[in-house]
């Protein structure tokens, strides 16, 4: 689930023996780290968290869901998929840039801790941020690599063998890729089916 993340850090907090506690929580475990002294705890927890948080503009930087792909996305899509198909052009409609700024800034600084709310958020906020977020990826999630393939096989006349070429390409992605835009093809999918005009 978007709203429940499968890892996160909770601040230093003050145990019986006045000394600061970490506690990390990943994949239904818990770890506790005491420093020997406030200042090596607060090193760690700062530490901890930039490695935590997406920083980059890699996929592999950020941080995952249980399914395996960003949680930017994942958030983004389910915020969408529950609030957002059933206006008309979700993808067309410009959110604020001052607010997709923030948005954007709290899932890099630590993504398992936006939760995006109907009473807080606008539509076309969180849509822009999905878009930004792609569009700043520094690898696409066809990936460069492979992009002189992707562009050759747009050229295949023949729609069948055209098709066949982008299944091949599609299973050559990194698994992160793959499971990234299996999760954006099926949303869109779903957005198109749904909305009034099509994404």
Not at 62 to 67: A, K, N
Not at 134 to 163: C, G, M, N, V, Y
Request: net charge positive.
């Amino acid at each position: 689930s978007a709203s429940r993340p499968d890892a996160g850090l909770v601040p230093p907090a003050d145990t019986p023996e006045k000394k600061e506690l970490l506690i990390l929580v990943e994949m239904g475990r818990t770890f506790y780290l005491q420093g020997l002294s406030r200042a090596d705890s607060a090193a760690w927890y700062s530490d901890i968290q930039a490695s935590a948080g997406g920083r980059g503009n890699a996929l592999r930087d950020q941080q995952l869901s249980r399914g395996d792909i960003p949680i930017i996305v994942d958030s983004c899509i389910a915020f969408i998929t529950q609030y957002g198909l059933r206006h008309e052009g979700i993808y067309r409609k410009n959110g604020a840039k001052s607010r997709i700024k923030v948005l954007m800034e709290e899932f890099r600084r630590d993504a398992r801790n936006v939760k995006l709310r109907i009473s807080d958020n606008f539509i076309e906020d969180v849509t822009d941020v999905l878009k930004r977020f792609f569009r700043e990826l520094e690898d696409p999630i066809f990936t460069l690599e492979l992009h002189p393939q992707w562009k050759e096989a747009a050229e295949i006349s023949s729609k069948p063998q055209r098709l066949e070429r982008y299944k091949e390409l599609i299973h050559r992605l990194p698994r992160l890729n793959h499971k990234t835009l299996a999760a954006l093809i099926g949303h869109l999918y779903r957005s198109v089916g749904t909305s009034p005009q099509g994404p």
